[in-house]
């Protein structure tokens, strides 16, 4: 009886200790896509922006999260499309969840074209490129 009671706690015990378990996943959802560059949004609170680096012959997609706290998808769009009627010299730098992100704004036949710059932080001596955007493809990204 005992080594039968002891055999049952010790079968008892593995089952609760083992060391695989199942985590709940974050609903995601794209809110916009266009060739090699895309947003997700993640939950009802944060968001990532992906895009594929141009300068990495392997194109791997890349990216930079931020929570959306005050609104701030309506202001990272807004930003973006105030560089579209600016055509700033100098590229906007801006900050998300501890990553800097510069926007690039350059006119290729008579059309002002963003590119977003970033250094990763596994390698902060490569910086990532994604191709031109549209003011159209930027639109489409974020669903306006």
Do not use: S
């Given at each position: 009886m005992k080594k039968l009671l002891l055999l049952t706690g010790l079968l008892f015990s593995v089952a609760s200790y083992s060391q695989i378990e199942f985590i709940e996943t974050t609903k995601t959802e794209i809110v916009g896509k266009i060739e090699y560059v895309y947003l997700e949004k993640i939950g009802n609170e944060a968001y990532n922006f992906?895009?594929?680096?141009?300068?990495?012959?392997?194109?791997?997609?890349v990216h930079f999260s931020f929570k959306n706290l005050?609104?701030?998808?309506?202001?990272?769009?807004q930003i973006i499309v105030k560089g579209f009627e600016e055509n700033p010299r100098d590229p906007y730098k801006i900050k998300a969840n501890g990553d800097v992100i510069w926007l690039k704004y350059t006119k290729v036949d008579g059309v002002v074209m963003l590119q977003i710059q970033q250094y990763v932080s596994r390698d902060p001596d490569i910086m990532t490129v994604s191709k031109l955007l549209t003011y159209e493809e930027v639109n489409k990204l974020f669903s306006k």
């Open positions: 992906y895009y594929k680096n141009i300068n990495d012959p392997i194109h791997e997609y005050d609104n701030d998808v309506e202001k990272l769009h």
